[in-house]
Nanobody
């Protein structure tokens, strides 16, 4: 069992940066791949990126690659999403999630067994 709590969301102007954090409880955190998703009003939940349990590999889709980076600190049970060059279309509720499967880079919500409550990111133009 893993419990996840996101923080760091807020309002930022286009071109700005935000760093989201996800704090996990549970002794097995380091064995899970972690992912970030986002969901804008009226839209499906969208994959933003994933990081392997070791932190040695990350995968980000083209929509955010080059602007977003994912990192984790297994000693502190945290995973972070650094978001730079933010655009209004990045506005959404952002969620972190834990993936217990072998497919660490999965973009499917079905691969993720545990979810945080989400944090709102609003990018103004």
């Amino acid at each position: 069992q893993v419990q996840l709590v996101e923080s760091g969301g807020g309002l930022v102007q286009a071109g700005g940066s935000l760093r989201l954090s996800c704090a996990a409880s549970g002794r097995t955190f380091s064995s899970y791949a972690m992912g970030w998703f986002r969901q804008a009003p009226g839209k499906e939940r969208e994959f933003v990126g994933a990081i392997r349990w070791s932190g040695g590999n990350t995968y980000l889709p083209a929509s955010v690659k080059g602007r977003f980076t994912i990192s984790r600190d297994n000693a502190k049970n945290t995973v972070s999403l650094q978001m730079n060059s933010l655009k209004p279309e990045d506005t959404a509720v952002y969620y972190c999630a834990a993936n217990p499967s072998d497919n660490w880079y999965s973009s499917s919500v079905r691969a993720y067994a545990y979810w945080g409550q989400g944090t709102q990111v609003t990018v103004s133009s």
